[in-house]
């Protein structure tokens, strides 16, 4: 601003000057005082109009009366500078997974895609055709699209607590251009039974081990690679879940809930059991000691901790070799609860067995209850007919 020569008018803190290609534009600058007695200065630049100048400082000293003063230093804040605020204050706080995750979501997609534009100023049209218009634009499932989309929201509800904005607008996204997967990621009873016989057939070791228990329990991936032997407890039946192992190392489960213990049906039971033994046989013919502070799943060859594409390849191999259905790990979890939610079971039940919450149990796994709206659809039409 120093570069132009400020005109005073007629109108309170309203300049006019000359820009650099001689057109008269005008400005305005307002001393005022932030919550904390600071006296600070408000400029503003480039109005074409002495109207459009004065209306922008009346919204800034209403904003400051209204004890607004964060909002008001801030409107020059783009996406890209809060975000990297927003990481800072978090990341102590997030998962490391979670972490990396919203690390990915921001770099990758909106960084490159709206980072540059200031914050207050982010309309939910421009936020739509700059972001989700054009990730959908890039061929992205419409769960790649809710994801990142839910990335920038937390940090616009951050921004809101912050004073930094005044209220979330970006409400109501349209989603619809981007594509749903027509790939169903989970397996009937009939189609589970078959894929663990394949997999039994094929390796009744590790492989049926580490799979069986993903599909017996609803555990995630990570929680299995991370179990350690002394989370089994063969006397109740039960397996402690209260750590995860995933990219990011080891760590704990992805949220309070995962916290938890699950009871093992007697097929896993007895299948862990007969496991241990062989995994102790194969450390021993290693000249290696077996501890309960070891991994439950180990390779092979080294009797090392499995890999973290293990169960992607195994299935992969499976599915290709025996000409199944492919699902993903993440399948098996969503296996299980579309069984038990099938069979009956509370919704509060399954929620307490996955380590998650109701509600993201009941948006997940809504399909499960198809059978369900079959079954009272017919007995509806029966009753209609008099049958």
């Excluded at 739509?128 to 929201?153: C, H, N, P, W």
């Excluded at 993903?328 to 069984?339: E, Y």
């Excluded at 109701?358 to 659809?377: M, R």
Aim: hydrophobic letters at 35%.
């Amino acid at each position: 601003m120093a570069r132009y020569k400020m005109i005073k008018t007629k109108k309170d803190c309203i300049y006019w000057y000359k820009d650099s290609n001689n057109k008269k534009k005008f400005a305005f600058r307002y001393k005022y005082y932030d919550r904390f007695g600071n006296r600070k200065e408000k400029t503003m630049l480039r109005f074409d109009t002495e109207s459009a100048a004065e209306r922008a400082l009346i919204e800034v000293k209403a904003n400051v009366l209204d004890g607004n003063d964060r909002f008001v230093e801030s409107a020059n804040v783009t996406v890209a500078q809060w975000m990297e605020i927003w990481f800072e204050m978090k990341k102590k706080v997030w998962r490391p997974g979670t972490y990396i995750h919203y690390q990915e979501s921001y770099k990758n997609h909106i960084n490159p895609l709206i980072g540059h534009y200031k914050l207050q100023k982010l309309t939910k049209m421009t936020l739509q055709r700059e972001l989700i218009d054009k990730l959908v634009s890039y061929g992205l499932m419409r769960a790649t699209v809710q994801g990142v989309f839910r990335v920038f929201k937390s940090a616009v509800s951050y921004a809101v607590e912050e004073e930094i904005l005044l209220r979330d607008r970006f409400k109501r996204m349209d989603f619809s251009a981007a594509p749903s997967s027509d790939k169903e990621n989970y397996l009937t009873e009939e189609e589970l039974e078959l894929f663990l016989q394949c997999v039994k057939d094929n390796d009744p070791s590790t492989r049926y081990s580490s799979i069986l228990t993903l599909a017996m329990t609803g555990m995630r991936k990570g929680e299995m690679m991370g179990l350690t032997w002394n989370d089994i407890d063969f006397k109740n039946k039960i397996i402690i879940i209260n750590k995860a192992r995933t990219r990011t190392g080891l760590g704990p489960p992805k949220s309070d809930n995962g916290y938890r213990k699950i009871s093992m049906n007697n097929e896993l039971y007895a299948q862990l059991k007969k496991y241990k033994a062989w995994c102790i046989k194969k450390k021993w013919d290693r000249s290696m000691k077996h501890e309960d502070t070891d991994y439950v799943f180990i390779s092979r060859q080294g009797c090392r901790p499995i890999g973290l594409t293990y169960v992607e390849d195994a299935i992969d191999m499976i599915c290709e070799k025996y000409e199944l259905k492919r699902i993903s790990p993440h399948g098996l979890r969503h296996t299980v609860a579309s069984i038990l939610l099938s069979r009956g079971e509370t919704l509060v039940t399954v929620a307490k067995i996955l380590g998650d919450d109701p509600n993201t149990v009941l948006k997940e796994y809504v399909h499960s209850f198809e059978k369900d709206e079959i079954k009272s659809i017919e007995l509806m039409n029966k009753f209609a007919t008099g049958g």
